[in-house]
């Protein structure tokens, strides 16, 4: 084929196609560009949920012992549960010094902090923080987040009866060491232990987050109703 045959093709044909093909490929970094940051932002923001969702510590708390009411609903015998807190005081001052002014921040503790001056007497020593405290006490979880290795938590128990008269016939309950776990010993305590013991379950702390989560079966005893051969 000679020149005459070929297709004519104007002189800035191949200046246009080089500026539209330049425009195609900068339009493609740029979607590839903002493809990066899109997944970069998602990474960091899937990154802070884990962070959010992950256990700062667990505890396993007893549950209630169930209550013993009479034939007419009346409640007789029920249990408190009662938290404290214990700082296990670091060895190394620099660390105890940390968790000494984390913990200060909160004032219901102050009372019973030691004052900075004397903080190095109790290195490697036990301080019970706070005691008798509702097992909803913000400090509490608070400071469990702050400090977890060296703070402990335990649910202590006490078994209420509307009438001291009936502690005799109600009986009495004692914590078993080993499990922790409220159980009755004599009366009606003893009687229907089944149906009022609790068990045991795990809240676990999350971290930047005070929200508690229940895991396990029902942790908290069975009520009972007394029959009709109780009378009060």
């Known amino acids: 084929m000679d020149d005459l045959d070929r297709p004519h093709v104007p002189p800035d044909f191949f200046k246009r196609?080089?500026?539209t093909s330049a425009f195609f490929c900068a339009l493609a970094v740029i979607f590839f560009l903002r493809l990066s940051v899109t997944a970069t932002i998602k990474g960091h923001e899937r990154e802070k949920i884990l962070e959010r969702l992950r256990v700062a510590t667990?505890?396993?708390i007893p549950g209630c012992r169930g209550k013993i009411l009479d034939r007419k609903g009346n409640i007789l015998a029920w249990t408190e549960r009662q938290m404290e807190l214990i700082w296990h005081v670091p060895l190394n001052y620099s660390q105890a010094e940390f968790e000494w002014a984390e913990l200060i921040r909160f004032n219901s503790f102050v009372?019973?902090?030691?004052?900075?001056?004397?903080?190095?007497?109790?290195?490697?020593?036990?301080?019970?923080?706070c005691s008798n405290q509702p097992f909803s006490t913000p400090e509490i979880w608070n400071a469990i987040q702050l400090v977890s290795e060296h703070l402990e938590c335990?649910?202590?128990?006490?078994r209420c009866l509307s009438n001291p008269e009936f502690k005799k016939m109600i009986g009495e309950t004692a914590v078993n060491p080993e499990t922790n776990i409220e159980?009755?010993?004599?009366?009606?305590e003893l009687e229907y232990d089944r149906q009022l013991r609790a068990g045991l379950f795990e809240i676990q702390l999350l971290n930047n987050s005070y929200r508690a989560i229940l895991l396990g079966d029902k942790a908290d005893g069975?009520?009972?109703?007394?029959?009709?051969i109780y009378v009060f």
Do not use: C, V, W
């Open 17 to 19: 196609l080089q500026i």
């Open 58 to 60: 667990t505890l396993k």
């Open 111 to 129: 009372p019973s902090m030691p004052h900075i001056t004397r903080l190095t007497d109790y290195l490697g020593q036990d301080i019970k923080l």
């Open 154 to 158: 335990h649910a202590t128990f006490k």
């Open 183 to 188: 159980e009755g010993i004599s009366g009606l």
């Open 222 to 228: 069975d009520d009972i109703r007394l029959n009709a």
